[in-house]
């Protein structure tokens, strides 16, 4: 059973942007640090991006400049809008949700986000 709900994936272009969402619609998300994870066939569970439940922000180098996370509690929605995406952005995108509050975010390694979605589809090819 997925606790949140990721969507806003699809197939783009380099240079083209998404916006994809989070939610939980058997819960909230307005007390939680979320996270966004990302993996490409192949690969770990690679972390993108976090924002508390505060509002700190914290972001992978590979995304910076490119990425932002921010929420909207009264839409129960936290959002990764992705700028500028490139090929090796290519991944399926999960949101997280960390269970313990007072999470700012200074880091977001995986095994702290125990609450997950079942991920959507970016693909960036020309």
């Known amino acids: 059973q997925s606790q949140l709900a990721e969507s806003g994936g699809g197939s783009v272009q380099p240079g083209d942007s998404l916006r994809l969402s989070c939610t939980a619609p058997?819960?909230?998300?307005?007390?939680?640090?979320i996270g966004w994870f990302r993996q490409a066939p192949g690969k770990g569970r690679e972390g993108v991006s976090c924002?508390?439940?505060?509002?700190?922000?914290n972001y992978a180098d590979s995304v910076k400049g490119r990425f932002t996370t921010s929420r909207d509690n009264a839409k129960n929605t936290v959002y990764l809008q992705m700028n500028d995406l490139r090929p090796e952005d290519e991944a399926v995108y999960y949101c997280?949700?960390?269970?313990?509050?007072?999470?700012?975010?200074?880091?977001?390694?995986?095994?702290?986000?125990?609450?997950w979605g079942q991920g959507t589809q970016v693909t960036v090819s020309s």
């Open positions: 058997g819960g909230t998300l307005a007390n939680s640090a």
């Open positions: 997280g949700q960390i269970p313990t509050s007072g999470y700012f975010c200074s880091n977001f390694q995986v095994s702290l986000f125990k609450s």
């Open positions: 924002i508390s439940a505060s509002g700190t922000t």
